[in-house]
């Protein structure tokens, strides 16, 4: 098992992560949403989560979405917003930049 998450009570979002990632996510004006292979980004999403023993419910708690939204997102079904991927992030202590940049095309 990895370290223990971070408790999001403890959680301050960086503006300028925010600002950086923000015309990605944002209404897919940027191609680099297009870019990202949901499938990989959900692979590396639930790699992060069972190296951390957390069952999809606890994250999906943590993160404040459903269950199986939390599925979706692994199983590359659906893309997370960009604040749930900076929250995800957050508690398993990767950056945006690291996840996304091991789901890209």
């Given at each position: 098992q990895g370290p223990?998450?971070?408790p999001l009570h403890h959680i301050s979002f960086g503006l300028t992560c925010y600002e950086k990632?923000?015309?990605v996510?944002?209404?897919g004006r940027n191609k680099?949403?297009?870019e990202v292979d949901?499938?990989?980004?959900?692979?590396?999403m639930r790699k992060a989560r069972m190296d951390y023993g957390l069952s999809s419910t606890t994250?999906?708690?943590?993160?404040?979405?459903?269950r199986s939204t939390i599925n979706k997102y692994e199983n590359?079904?659906?893309m997370p917003t960009l604040v749930n991927l900076l929250k995800f992030c957050r508690l398993f202590r990767v950056t945006i930049d690291e996840l996304i940049s091991t789901s890209l095309f």
């Open positions: 223990p998450p971070v990632w923000a015309s996510f944002f209404k680099l949403v297009k949901m499938k990989v980004l959900g692979r590396v994250v999906a708690n943590a993160i404040g979405v459903d590359g079904l659906r």
